[in-house]
């Protein structure tokens, strides 16, 4: 019967991790995957998440199953992250939250709800956008529409394009955007061009999706919320779909959540009986470790405290190796502009590297970044800084 079953090619993303891991040299970097790493090159579980995975375990709680939805104080807590306790949309009660495995599941929820609830087939999505948002959506049945967001010759948003591409989109259609650090081009929309992206919805109709992975990772969590809350309005309709695996270091644990904004709270009602008819012929519901991790951090002043510190540390080194980058690059000599580097945001860099040098880094120097010439700025470190300019420097120059 599986005869004819013909080989898929590797992940783009998920495959370098194979490949690094089987690659021999002693010198190997992965500069591919999305996680974050130490000046030490480790990802160590948050000392916060820790204390909280402590209490967990002296408490012993039951292992029966969860709601569908998962925890009501796990949905409260990710409402007040992202939008504020006191937000309209969280105090109405127009908005359900369900706890989704990481923010992957949540983006798969969002295409099953969509298909199977409204009339559009359709989503549009940035070019370029996270190399596994299209297989999402498209095995949850939708289309995805490609319209204009990075511009190569400034290395910035190509926002009169974003715009006009939109135009094309039929009221209905929803519109997938990065709620802040765009991945893979770590260019985010202004706060002015937030909210004219928020009226353009509103005029034409459309969907706002916003994946909401790196809340924290680019200023701050409630700045890196500017652009969910200007879409955010009075009686607007929207969705969010969130992840703790980054700013937790909760990888593993697969925790993230989709949030359904309605109109008000009768509608969030009917949305919310058709979400969980979309989760229980998925994954029935989540699993509850790591939402119990979230909820006791969020749910304590002290280790929530804590925590926004540890965040920020993990922010203050990506941009710190930015910098040295930028210095590092023109050190080794590495020909072209890289000041750019400097203006991204978040845990990635668009280098600008091409197929044939991302290639030629990997066969020739065992450095591995993703084929779009994405570098996980996180996985740069003060050690092995000098040998990734050295070998870019090598392929960018032969
Ligand atoms: C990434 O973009 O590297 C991360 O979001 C991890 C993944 O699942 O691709």
Known sequence: MFEAIQPAPADPILGLTDAFKADPNPEKINLGVGVYQDANGKTPTLPSVAEAGRRLAAEAGSKSYLPITGSADYSAAV???????????VASGRAVTAHTPGGTGA??????????????KRVWVTTPTWANHVPVFAAGGLEAKPF?????????????????????????????????????????????QWEQLADLAQQRGLLPVLDFAYQGFAEGLTEDAAGLRAFCRPGAELIVCNSFSKNFGLYCERVGGVTIVAS???????????????????????????????????????????????????????????SLLVAKL?????????????????????????????????????????????????????????????????????
């Open 148 to 192: 204009p967001y990075f511009d190569k010759a400034t290395n910035g948003l190509a926002f009169d394009a974003a715009v006009e591409g939109l135009g094309e989109a039929e009221p209905g259609d929803a519109v997938l955007l990065h709620g802040c650090c765009h991945n893979p081009s770590g260019i985010d929309p202004t706060a002015e």
């Open 330 to 398: 023109a050190e080794h000599g590495v020909p072209g502009d890289y000041s750019f580097i400097e203006r991204q945001r978040g845990m990635f860099s668009f280098s600008g590297l091409t197929p044939d040098q991302v290639e030629a880094l990997r066969e020739r120097h065992s450095i591995y970044i993703v084929g779009s010439g994405r570098i996980n700025v996180a996985g740069v470190t003060p050690t092995n800084i000098d040998q990734l300019c050295a070998a870019i420097g090598e392929v960018v120059g032969g």
């Open 79 to 89: 409402q007040g992250l992202m939008f504020g306790g006191d937000h309209e949309a």
């Open 264 to 322: 008000d709270a009768d509608r969030r009602r009917v949305v919310e009986s058709q979400l969980k008819r979309s989760i229980r012929s998925n994954y029935s519901n989540p699993p509850a470790h790591g939402a119990q991790l979230v909820t006791t951090v969020l749910g304590d002043s002290a280790l929530r405290q804590q925590w926004e510190g540890e965040l920020a540390s993990m922010r203050e080194r990506i941009n710190g190796m930015r």
């Open 107 to 120: 983006l798969r929820v969002t295409a099953d709800f969509i298909r199977a609830n409204l009339p559009t």
